[in-house]
């Protein structure tokens, strides 16, 4: 059953097409003329991919096809923005993407047996919480933006939120594989309201609560916001209660009110969303130019290095602040247009429609609430800071998975895509073995 | 949990859609209106580092030009006016800041070079940097330093020279006029400059015509049939209008006249019957047909042309207004017109009564030299016809050779004519003398075979038109029918 790794292979030629007219695309813009430069770009990037391709090949047969090509055309695109935006930034970002593949296989390899990380769910959960309080220690912690979001050991500086969430995300699959039935089954009617039963749900909001904290604590609102929506969307996977997502929401807007009346950082991004003229050199400023930059786009977008970044002259103003991270999405649009934007978010769109794929073709509960999990997670994420810098929601800080700059980003991502793979490859493995024995059990009478 | 796994999906593809409305919203149909936001300053950083093309006098000499200043990212170019003041009006000027007028704005997308969606996608695959096309205009530098310099030795007022078969603007100029280089340092003072240098007075200011308006009586009626030229009207000196004597200069009086001696001399008497008897509502239409009423269809922006006609204010009024068609005859009342629009009343008459779209470019050239777009003269209406123009150029030229506008005549042309003097005693804007004049000359030359023709006004002036007004009509005129 070599199929699926052939059609990974094939899906991998659009990747390396698409990464080599990207590149050429942008020299040609820089220096009027084809660089030789972009192809090797364009091969040493197939090159690697194409070795984690053999890898896959060997470690797991039966994996989702699809998942990883994909996955590396974000990857592409995202370096190729980058690379357009400051080429120092794109051959750090290329680093970090071998990093990252090497802590893909390195997953692949230790993990193949995920039950494992049931076993070790409170560790699991504790370290999740670390990470996330980490920011505020003192020594590593770093301040950005009002928020604490990065933390520094001497020269590696990563954004611990990134990896924080698939531990949480692997707590709360694990705690409501074992606790899901007594959870449907002890809810109690109150007041026509369906209650979950406060014993069972205790730790796990006892997690959930403590990330929640922590999150304000530092101030990171978009993770706060992906952390909520995952474990609202698990929690319903999980026991199909409806009212519980009710509940959750109910808490939530609670929460936030609490919030964004008592914790100025959030009140002023809440406000900053609802009126950003009101400020537009001040707060407004970032949300204001996104949505300046996005409407230069149109339908096919201005081209590859034609956007606008810092105001020319003096002095260097950002028109386009943190455009490798935060507002990468404002200039694709810029660049390509509502088209090339609809295409990345297609993309985002078939990730998760993989994802859920392999959620609903693993037989054991966890591997089912981990797979929604991490690709719930996953896909939130992609929505929050798209939906941030398109003021559909305010602006927090999140990366866009994959194509955002930022080490922490695309190695924790590229982590979660093995996790995915991994239970992909057991899934079909075990129907495969399946249909053998059903195949032979025929051949037999 | 699948059945839940498949609705969780449901709700996520449902929020990337919406993702999807927004980016479309915000990149398509939100986007002219984000583009004006004055808190965007994207649409003018990306114009200052476009290199705009230039604007160039019909004689290939340069009006507008964008040097560059600093280079890679930093590239951005700033706008030159070589020749200053000279084409201050109508071209106007064109800076990130401050914004643009007149022709830079009119024409900004020939001079940015703005291509079209499916012209960048081929941009983008050939590499090629965006490049503001040049635009050439039909200005004569010549006409156009006789038209100011005579202006600036008369006083404040406004010329357009057309010529009358194309319709091409060869000289257009206001004073007091500003230099376009001064902009970026000194915009405000020149805004708040009680002289209005900024204010293009051949295309804004609407101001009393005075006798120049009888030609325009004199064609509705010749036109309408309401007279020929042989016809004869008593024009006494005086004659009591709306309870108001309306009266000749020096209360001459004239007797039993036809068109000739009556335009020749300027006659209110005569004109003010003549009008009565064309009738208000055909007045009206042949004034419609010269373009009053409507902004004349030059290629500068509509908020920078004025239209021409009866004001009550700011509205223009229509027939059943209960004006005095007797002194609307004689460019009294409350006419108010511009010089461009007088200017296209000569040139109707000149081009045998055909009245073209007043044009100040010519072509669109790109940097390769390839010319992308040509002007194709445009008829705008047929005022009269042929005879009727005939017979009204025989009556100017006796205006020129003989009568009131003998201060525009060139040796060995044929010039036909029309003086103009509306006095505005109390103007407000001249000081409020007593005694301040609106001097007006319009007329074409050469009579039978025009090459050009003219529209000259001073304000706020104690002479008449054929002192003030007719000697720089004649110089600018002599200035083009020697350079071809």
Known sequence: MRSARNRELVALVPVALLLTAGFAAVFAQENARMGGLSLIYGAYFLAVCLATHIYLRIRLPQADPYLFPLAALLTAFGLVMIYRIDATLARDQANWFVFGLVLFALTIHFLRDYDVLERYRYTIAAVGLLLLLSPRLPGIGQQVNGAYLGVKVGPLQFQPTEFSKICIVIFLASYLREHREVLIVGARRVLGVTLPPLKHLGPMLVVWGASMFMLVFIRDLGSSLMFFAAFLALLYVATGRFSFVVIGMVMFLFGAWFFASTVPHVEARVDIWLNPYKEAQGNGYQILQSIFAQAEGGLFGRGFGQALITAPGEPHTALLPAAETDTIYSLIVDELGLFGATGVILLYLLIAARGFKIALLASDGFSKLLATGLTAVFAIQAFVIIGGVSRVIPLTGVTLPFISYGGSSIVANFVLLALLLLISDRSRSEEAVTARRTALAMEGR | ?484
């Open chain 2, 1 to 484: 949990m699948n059945r839940q796994i498949v609705q969780l999906f449901a709700l996520l593809s449902l929020l990337f859609a919406v993702l999807i409305g927004f980016t479309s919203y915000w990149s398509v149909f939100d986007a002219k209106a984000l583009k004006d936001n004055s808190a965007n300053n994207r649409p003018l950083l990306q114009e200052q580092q476009l290199k705009r093309g230039r604007i160039l006098a019909a004689d290939g000499s340069v009006i507008a030009r964008s040097v560059a200043l600093g280079h890679g990212s930093n590239l951005r170019y700033i706008r030159r006016y070589p020749e200053g003041a000279l084409f201050g009006h109508p071209i106007g000027y064109s800076f990130i800041e401050q914004g643009q007028s007149e022709f830079e704005q009119s024409h900004n997308e020939e001079l940015v070079g703005t291509s079209s969606e499916f012209g960048s996608i081929l941009d983008q695959l050939t590499g090629a940097n965006q490049e503001g096309d040049d635009v050439v205009t039909n200005l004569d530098p010549a006409a156009q330093r006789a038209a100011l310099g005579g202006l600036q030795a008369a006083g404040f007022g406004a010329v357009v020279a057309i010529q009358p078969r194309s319709g091409r603007v060869l000289a257009m100029a206001s004073n007091p006029p500003f230099d376009p280089n001064r902009v970026p340092s000194h915009l405000e003072q020149l805004d708040t400059n009680p002289d209005s240098p900024l204010l293009n007075r051949a295309t804004q200011s609407p101001y009393p015509p005075g006798s120049t308006f009888k030609v325009v009586t004199a064609a509705a009626g010749l036109n309408s049939g309401t007279i020929t030229p042989e016809t004869t009207i008593n024009a006494p000196g005086s004659l009591e209008v709306q309870g108001q004597p309306l009266q000749n200069d020096y209360l001459q009086n004239f007797g039993p006249i036809s068109l000739d001696t009556a335009l020749t001399n300027s006659v209110n008497t005569w004109f003010g019957q003549l009008g009565q008897r064309v009738g208000e509502s055909t007045l009206f239409n042949y004034m419609d047909r010269f373009g009053f009423n409507a902004t004349p269809p030059i290629d500068l922006s509509a908020s920078e042309v004025g239209k021409s006609g009866i004001f009550e204010g700011e509205n223009l009024l229509g027939p059943g207004a209960g004006i005095d068609l007797a002194r609307v005859a004689i460019g009294q009342e409350r006419l108010g017109v511009t010089p461009l629009q007088m200017a296209e009343v000569a040139a109707a008459v000149a081009n045998r009564g055909r009245l073209m779209k007043p044009q100040i470019w010519s072509r669109v050239v790109e940097p390769d030299g390839h010319v992308v777009k040509r002007l194709k003269p445009a008829e705008y209406s047929r005022p009269m016809s042929e005879k009727t123009a005939a017979e009204l150029t025989t009556a100017m030229e006796g205006v020129v050779r003989e009568g009131t506008g003998t201060n525009a005549a060139i040796p060995g042309v044929a010039v036909a004519g029309k003086t103009g003097t509306a006095e505005t005693p109390g103007n407000a804007t001249c000081g409020g003398g007593a005694a301040e004049n609106q001097g007006w000359f319009i007329g074409f030359a050469p009579a039978q075979k025009p090459k050009v023709a003219i529209a000259a006004t001073v304000e706020c002036t104690t002479q008449f038109g054929n002192d003030v007004a007719a000697p720089i009509f004649r110089s600018v005129a002599e200035t083009i029918l020697s350079g071809k």
